[in-house]
């Protein structure tokens, strides 16, 4: 059986990424429009209609514009964009983040692709908070490090055509992330997590940390129990590992040109102090290789399929 797909937003960063991994696989077909034809309504439309699954690459506005097109109840939706993460009736697409949750990809007609930053501040957290180990009510903070490569072509342009492109900078300091709505809610926490990103002048990569006071917590959990209850969750995952705990350096390229997510829990023990550390490729887990993982799973084929380990 062929897959009819089509990227809506191909050419940008992220739909090129999922066009690569899909590209000669003979169970998904491409529908295309040339470039006379991408912004053309009624073509998007009739595209759109055709398709078994769509995947919209699109900014927020023209991504719930797309969805609107759809007039049919057979085409089904992945959403990389930031516009339905939150919205009732669509499934959050991390498969591994809860129990059942690869199941309702699997059934759903409307589903959600996760940001990259949340991604790793989720996986991290989440596990955690449904063991009882971090307490729901937790001002939780992030911070965290991405790759230019998640600012779009705008930023790619920007760093690649600068003299002397700022090695770091720090961004979203005004503590309204559109990130962040996603990450309380999928966390199932009380706060919104302070959230601190920063673009660094590499390419792709990605590094999420969220740092605990273990000591404080009433149960008071060790840097093992974390662990061991991070190993448990993602037992079964191909594409989440649990790093070397005993690292004494985790680099931003970690996990860059792969689609798979690295978790480690570091700290000191006699402290009760932890730092729990994601690293992941910006455009892999966190964009283009979540999307493909979603369509696997939507249309029951191996989930890891076209994906780099």
């Known amino acids: 059986m062929t897959i009819n797909v089509f990227i809506d937003g191909a050419v940008g960063t992220t739909g090129l990424e999922i066009g690569e991994r899909l590209a000669g696989r003979g169970e998904i077909a491409l529908i295309q429009l040339d470039d006379t034809k991408r912004k053309d309504a009624s073509a998007r439309a009739e595209a759109l209609n055709d398709a078994d699954v769509v995947i ?69 957290v989440r596990p955690l908070v449904r063991a009882g180990l971090v307490p729901v ?15 779009g072509k705008s930023m790619i342009a920007e760093y690649r055509g600068a003299a002397t492109p700022a090695a770091a900078r720090a961004y979203g300091l005004g503590l309204a992330h559109k990130h962040v709505a996603e990450m309380q809610k999928h966390a199932r926490i ?36 974390c662990e061991a209850v991070l190993g448990e969750a993602y037992r079964d995952s191909t594409l989440i590992r649990i790093g070397d705990a005993d690292a004494t350096t985790v680099t931003i390229e970690a996990d860059a040109g792969t689609d798979r997510l690295t978790l480690r829990v570091c700290g000191n023990p006699d402290t009760g102090q932890a730092r729990l550390i994601a690293t992941l490729d910006n455009l892999g887990k966190g964009a283009a290789g979540a999307a493909v993982q979603n ?14 380990l």
């Open 295 to 308: 369509l696997n799973i939507m249309a029951g084929l191996d989930p890891v399929a076209g994906l780099t």
């Open 56 to 124: 919209l690459c699109l900014p927020d506005d023209a991504a719930r514009e797309a969805v609107a097109l759809i007039d049919n109840d057979r085409t089904r939706v992945i959403d990389a964009s930031s516009a339905h993460r939150v919205a009732e009736g669509w499934t959050y697409g991390f498969a591994e983040l809860e129990p059942g949750q690869q199941a309702a990809i699997a059934e759903a007609k409307r589903v959600s692709n996760p940001g990259c930053y949340p991604t790793g501040f989720l996986a991290l």
């Open 137 to 151: 009510d937790w001002p939780l903070t992030v911070n965290a490090v991405s790759g230019y490569s998640g600012g």
């Open 190 to 225: 009380e706060h919104a997590p302070i959230f601190a990103p920063s673009v660094a002048n590499t390419y792709r990569g990605m590094i999420v940390e969220v740092p605990l006071p273990l000591h404080a917590f009433s149960r008071r959990p060790s840097l093992h129990v």
